[in-house]
C-alpha cells in the first residue's frame, strides 16, 4: 500500500531489526497516554515479523514510521491486530489509517474466517475499526482464550479488569464478524454514536478508577466505621 507520504508493506525478515525500536516506542506510547498495553518483547515481535504477520511502514525517505501485527486465539476462530504504533514524526498524518487497513486486508487474507476483534480506549482507532466493519461489542463476545487474558497482565488497568471478572474494563470491545456481513446487516454508525461512545469511556474512567483508589476505614468514637483517604 502506498500513500504519497509512506509505503505500508506485509513486513518479511529484513525488517526484524526495527523490532527494539517498536517495541520501545509501544512503551513510551502507552506511558504518555496513561494507558497500559500487553508488553511485548523484540523476540517476540520478531517472531511476528518471521511469520509473515506484521505489517510495517517506512517514509519515503526509508524511515521507519509504524507497525502493527497479527494474534490468534481460540485456534484461530479469532484474531487480533495488536501493537499498533506510529513513530512520534509521523502521528496525526493518516498513517494510522492505512497501517489498519493493511493489516485488516492480511488478516482477511490469512484467517478469512476468522473473528477480528480489538480493545481499544481511543476514539480514533473506534473510527478506524468501525470504517472498516467492525461493531462495538460486549466483552463476552470475544476469546475466552486464557492466553489472550494473560495478556492484559501487564496492563495498568489490569486490576479493574479482574475485579469486573473480565466482563468489562476501561477499553471498548469492538468486533468484525464474516459470518455477519455475508448477511449484510446495517453497519454501525460510528458518526452518529461517537459522542455517545466518547460520554460511555469518560463514565468508565471515572467510575473504574474509583476502585483502584486507595481507602481505609477507621473506627469512630460511636463503634461506627468511616472512610478515610489512604494518602
Not at 128 to 136: A, D, K, Q, R, V
Not at 196 to 207: F, G, M, P, V, Y
Given at each position: 500500500m502506498k500513500s504519497s507520504k509512506f509505503h505500508v508493506l506485509e513486513a518479511v525478515s529484513a525488517h526484524a531489526q526495527y523490532a527494539e525500536q517498536?517495541?520501545?516506542?509501544?512503551?513510551?506510547?502507552?506511558?504518555?497516554r496513561g494507558t497500559g498495553i500487553a508488553r511485548r518483547t523484540p523476540e517476540y515481535i520478531q517472531q511476528k515479523i518471521q511469520e509473515g504477520k506484521a505489517v510495517i511502514a517506512f517514509s519515503k525517505?526509508?524511515?521507519?514510521?509504524?507497525?502493527?501485527?497479527?494474534?490468534?486465539?481460540?485456534?484461530?476462530?479469532?484474531?487480533?491486530?495488536?501493537?499498533?504504533?506510529?513513530?512520534?514524526?509521523?502521528r496525526k498524518s493518516g498513517l494510522a489509517r492505512l497501517i489498519k487497513k493493511k493489516i485488516f486486508k492480511l488478516s482477511r487474507k490469512k484467517y478469512p474466517e476468522a473473528k477480528i476483534f480489538g480493545l481499544t480506549t481511543g476514539l480514533a482507532v473506534m473510527k478506524?475499526?468501525?470504517?472498516?466493519?467492525?461493531?462495538?461489542v460486549t466483552y463476552s463476545e470475544l476469546t475466552t482464550d486464557e492466553e489472550f487474558w494473560k495478556g492484559c497482565q501487564s496492563c495498568v488497568n489490569f486490576e479493574i479488569l479482574k475485579s469486573k471478572e473480565r466482563k468489562n474494563c476501561m477499553c471498548t470491545a469492538m468486533l468484525y464478524d464474516p459470518k455477519l456481513k455475508k448477511k449484510k446487516l446495517p453497519a454501525f454508525d460510528f458518526t452518529r454514536q461517537s459522542?455517545?461512545?466518547?460520554?460511555?469511556?469518560?463514565?468508565?474512567?471515572?467510575?473504574?478508577?474509583?476502585?483502584l483508589k486507595p481507602e481505609s476505614k477507621t473506627s469512630s468514637k460511636n463503634g461506627k466505621e468511616k472512610s478515610s483517604s489512604g494518602i
Open positions: 517498536i517495541c520501545h516506542e509501544m512503551a513510551e506510547s502507552a506511558k504518555a525517505t526509508g524511515e521507519w514510521a509504524g507497525f502493527c501485527y497479527i494474534e490468534t486465539w481460540g485456534h484461530g476462530e479469532y484474531v487480533a491486530n495488536s501493537g499498533l504504533i506510529v513513530s512520534p514524526a509521523f478506524i475499526n468501525s470504517e472498516l466493519g467492525y461493531e462495538p459522542g455517545i461512545l466518547e460520554r460511555l469511556t469518560r463514565i468508565k474512567q471515572i467510575s473504574f478508577l474509583k476502585l
